[in-house]
C-alpha cells in the first residue's frame, strides 16, 4: 500500500526547532521530489519548499528561507524537515506530498499525499 506518514509535530516555544517526518512506504521515495506544504488557521494551503530527487532545495515561501532545511535518509526511505528559529507564524498543519519534481506547489498535482502533522509555535 503507497503511503506518505508525517511525523514530529508539536508544541515549541518561539526560537524553538522542531524535526519533521515523512516517511513513504509502497515506493521508493528516492525517485519522487518531495514538497511540504502547510495550512495555517483560517488561511489557504501554502507550498513551503521542496526537495528535487537531486536533492536541491527550492523554497517557495521566502519566510522560511534561512531556517528550514531538507534533507533525506534514503535507507529510510523519508524526508526529514528540519524547522529552526521557529515563529509562531509558522504554526500550521504541515502536509508532506512526492511528485515527479520541484514544479510548483499545486497540492492536488502531486502523485501522493500524507494526512498532515500539526505544528504549534506559542509561549
Known amino acids: 500500500q503507497v503511503r506518505l506518514v508525517e511525523s514530529g509535530g508539536g508544541l515549541v516555544q518561539p526560537g524553538g526547532s522542531l524535526r519533521l517526518s515523512c516517511a513513504a512506504s509502497?515506493?521508493?521515495?528516492?525517485?519522487?521530489?518531495v514538497t511540504w506544504f502547510r495550512q495555517a488557521p483560517g488561511k489557504e494551503r501554502e507550498g513551503v519548499l521542496c526537495?528535487?530527487?537531486?536533492?536541491?532545495?527550492?523554497y517557495y515561501t521566502d519566510s522560511v528561507k534561512g531556517r528550514f532545511t531538507l534533507s533525506r535518509a534514503s535507507g529510510k526511505n523519508t524526508v526529514y524537515l528540519q524547522m529552526d528559529s521557529l515563529k509562531p507564524e509558522d504554526t500550521a498543519v504541515y502536509y508532506c506530498?512526492?511528485?515527479?519534481?520541484?514544479?510548483?506547489?499545486?497540492?492536488?498535482?502531486?502523485?501522493?499525499w500524507g494526512k498532515g502533522t500539526p505544528v504549534t509555535v506559542s509561549p
Open positions: 509502497g515506493f521508493a521515495l528516492d525517485y519522487y521530489a
Open positions: 526537495i528535487s530527487k537531486s536533492d536541491v532545495t527550492t
Open positions: 506530498t512526492s511528485g515527479r519534481g520541484c514544479r510548483g506547489t499545486n497540492f492536488y498535482g502531486m502523485d501522493y
